[in-house]
């Protein structure tokens, strides 16, 4: 079964980074797609960024320019470098793979984990 762990989240003043990690566990035998998603309280879940079949990474227009999406093929695991954050970003953040394992193709999501942005 496969697995998804993030971390990295917190609290972080306006202006500040953080970096999120989503590690990937289990009998993995490949990563298709990846993303990340959040969700603010009230709202609904979002995509802020993702990979394409083509290898190229689309991000949401609210997180363009501050956010950047990166994986480490090797350990399975996908980040999320936030900087310049803003009030606006504190939400749940989600990790999402397609990954193929012995029971198949599925679709994967962590748990989620909280960042709040607030002086």
């Known amino acids: 079964q496969v697995q998804l762990v993030e971390s990295g989240g917190g609290l972080v003043q306006p202006g500040g980074s953080l970096r999120l990690s989503c590690a990937a566990s289990g009998m993995i035998f490949s990563i298709y797609n990846t993303a990340w998603y959040r969700q ?21 227009d609210s997180v363009k320019g501050r956010f950047t999406m990166s994986r480490d093929n090797a350990k399975n695991t996908v980040y999320l470098q936030m900087n310049s954050l803003k009030p606006e970003d504190t939400a749940v953040y989600y990790c999402n793979f397609g990954a193929r394992s012995p029971s198949g193709s599925g679709n994967y999501w962590g748990r989620g984990i909280q960042v709040t942005v607030s002086s």
Do not use: D, F, M
């Not at 979002?46 to 290898?55: D, N, Y």
């Open 40 to 60: 603010a309280p009230g709202k609904q879940r979002e995509l802020v960024a993702a990979t394409t079949s083509g290898g190229s990474i689309n991000y949401a």
